[in-house]
């Protein structure tokens, strides 16, 4: 615990050079440091220049200057950590942004740890759990859907949300324990029935941002997908269009693809997380090369929740296209078939597909801009809810989130149903403590510090 009084200093733009550096100090003794380095230009001394404003002079150690800066002072409870807060933007070579920071450590500041100035101001009360996701989301953003699920008004339409369900169930436990500690005094807000009204309408506001999660995972954590078929359908073209680039090989030839490539890509609001695979075939005529590359096709198929099968349009449909259906059939993934090379003349009988496809697309990546609208369309309406202004309205978008709503709801509704018994509120009191309970794990007011660890791990250092 020692280590949250430390002053912890790290560089908070990428590594490289650059036109700009920025060097963030945070902590009890950033002022001192501050004032030992920084000489400001001019007449004034550190410790009258103003918070929040930027000032132009010099980081000087032992009577030699190091680099001319531009440093902003915030004084703690009004910074990002919530503690004193040093800010310096010294020139973005690799060596001067380290003999920098060097300066900072060697005047008793330690180095930060990933994550940590953002732990902090989550310790501080400046930031809850659920806007700490968020901003490691944005970090991580791979489109604009992304950002703005992340932006601040998405955080804090969740932290509204979260914080009227919970001065809810607060209202209705305060009332259920003046009735048990008075019984003859006739106190609290809530009668049984008026009671149970309350906490249904409680389960309904849980339920309803639950279900949020659907949409927010699609576009945060986004969807494993495989793009699937027998070899020279058009896989590879598929995976270059969806990913903006050539990625994949493509050739004419049959089993060029030997290996598993994958990349992240938005389309549309969904983020995929999209792999291409070896072409599946059947015959005698198969080097171990390839025998290894179809292994590791079938093997992702069964790991991914979304399979994108291509069937060559100017082909007919044969034993080996009802192989591969047969295959996918049994796997537990949403499915979308691809009829490609639509621009071709179609001898594929698409009948035969069955009726184990969620969506079937007939397009052909030549046509880019028609065959990109066609997928986008057909993926948010699978993975995302369009009633949901996003941005505007409250959505949870990872397995916590949704694990610790799940919990909160479970012990509502057996309260709910205890009530609708007949049992007394003094027994439903202990589900009602547990949902509520299970909320607080949602914003960080009672989570494991095995948690809170986790979370700041995937942060970068500098933030």
């Known amino acids: 615990m020692a280590l949250l009084f430390d002053t912890i200093a790290a560089v908070s733009t990428p590594p490289g050079k650059g036109g700009v550096a920025v060097i963030r ?72 942004t380290r003999t920098v920071l060097e300066a900072l450590l060697t005047e008793g500041a330690r180095a930060a740890e990933p994550g940590e100035f953002t732990r902090r101001a989550f310790i501080n009360g400046k930031l809850t759990l659920t806007e700490t996701e968020a901003i490691g989301s944005l970090l991580d953003a791979h489109g604009s859907w992304q950002i703005k699920l992340s932006s601040e008004p998405s955080r804090r339409r969740l932290n509204e949300r979260i914080s009227a369900i919970r001065e809810r169930l607060v209202r209705a436990m305060s009332s259920m324990y003046a009735r048990i500690d008075y019984p003859d005094e006739d106190l609290g807000d809530y009668g049984d029935g008026e009671l149970l009204s309350e906490l249904a309408a409680v389960k309904d506001m849980l339920l309803s941002l639950k279900n949020t999660y659907r949409t927010g995972r699609a576009i945060s954590e986004g969807i494993t997908a495989a793009i699937v078929g027998k070899p020279n359908v058009g896989k590879s073209s598929f995976y270059n269009m ?20 994958e990349k992240s890509v938005s389309v549309g609001k969904v983020m995929l997380r999209l792999c291409d695979t070896a072409g599946i075939r059947h015959g005698e005529n ?41 295959s996918i059939c049994k796997l537990n993934s949403t499915k979308i078939a691809v009829i490609n090379k639509c621009d071709r003349e179609c001898v ?36 995302t809810d369009g009633k949901i ?33 007949g049992i007394s509120q003094d027994a439903v009191s202990s589900d009602v403590e547990r949902s509520l309970g299970a ?18 791990s995937r942060f970068c250092v500098g933030k």
């Open 25 to 96: 100090m945070s902590g009890e003794q950033a002022d001192r440091i501050g004032e030992s380095l920084f000489s400001p230009k001019g007449n004034l001394t550190y410790r009258e220049l103003k918070p929040r404003v930027q000032y132009y002079g010099y980081i000087v150690r032992c009577g030699e200057v190091i680099d001319d800066v531009l440093l902003v002072r915030y004084p703690a409870p009004k910074s990002y950590t919530g503690e004193d807060t040093v800010e310096i933007s010294c020139h973005g070579g690799t060596l001067i």
């Open 389 to 421: 202004a996003l941005g505007k309205e409250a959505v949870i978008s990872s397995a916590r989130q949704h694990a610790a709503l799940s919990r909160s709801l479970d012990f509502l509704c057996a309260a709910c149903d205890a009530l609708e018994l």
């Open 348 to 383: 594929f009988d698409k009948e035969r597909l069955g009726s184990g496809f969620d969506r079937v697309l007939t397009l052909s990546t030549l046509n880019e801009a028609e065959a990109i609208s066609a997928v986008t369309e057909a993926l948010e309406e699978l993975f």
């Open 286 to 326: 198969l080097d171990a090369v390839e025998q290894i590359g179809m292994n590791k096709s079938r093997k992702m198929m069964e790991k991914c929740e979304l399979l994108f099968t291509i069937f060559d349009a100017s082909r007919p449909f044969d034993d080996e296209d009802e192989a591969i259906i047969d």
């Open 242 to 261: 969806l990913v903006g680039e050539d990625a994949a090989i493509v050739t004419s030839l049959a089993g060029t693809t030997r290996d598993v490539l």
């Open 439 to 456: 909320l607080g794990e949602l914003d960080g007011r009672a989570v494991s510090e095995e948690i809170v660890q986790d979370i700041f």
